[in-house]
């Protein structure tokens, strides 16, 4: 069974930047589709951004398209977040999960595993 484990939280300034990363303890992420989700304190689950397991088909929520970029690297077992130009309202715990190969999606239905979040907490 595929483990996740997310890392790279903190607390960042609005306007600058932090990179979270999600490793794979146990199975190997090369074929799945990768996702970004995030919930803040009293808020439904959103979804941030997601990536196919070739690196091509990148989709991401509107209120981070151009701020924040996914990527992975399959040799390292690893998938990533570069958020940049952070705002306060992109305090939340972020998580990551993986799904069976697919076209990118924003449902949290489509993912099968998820990690156990990692704090990021943006002050202005």
């Known amino acids: 069974q595929v483990q996740l484990r997310e890392s790279g939280g903190g607390l960042a300034q609005a306007g600058g930047s932090l990179r979270l990363s999600c490793a794979a303890s146990?199975?190997?992420?090369?074929?799945?589709?990768m996702g970004w989700f995030r919930q803040a304190p009293g808020k439904e689950r959103e979804f941030v951004a997601a990536?196919?397991?070739?690196?091509?088909?990148?989709y991401y929520a509107d209120s981070v398209k151009g701020r924040f970029t996914i990527s992975r690297n399959n040799a390292e077992n690893t998938v990533n977040l570069q958020m940049s130009s952070l705002k306060a309202e992109d305090t939340a715990v972020y998580y990551c999960?993986?799904?069976?190969?697919?076209?990118?999606?924003?449902?949290?239905?489509?993912?099968?595993?998820w990690g156990q979040g990692t704090q990021v907490t943006v002050s202005s």
């Open positions: 146990r199975g190997t992420l090369s074929t799945a589709i």
């Open positions: 990536i196919r397991g070739s690196g091509g088909s990148t």
């Open positions: 999960a993986a799904g069976p190969p697919r076209t990118t999606s924003s449902l949290p239905s489509s993912y099968d595993y």
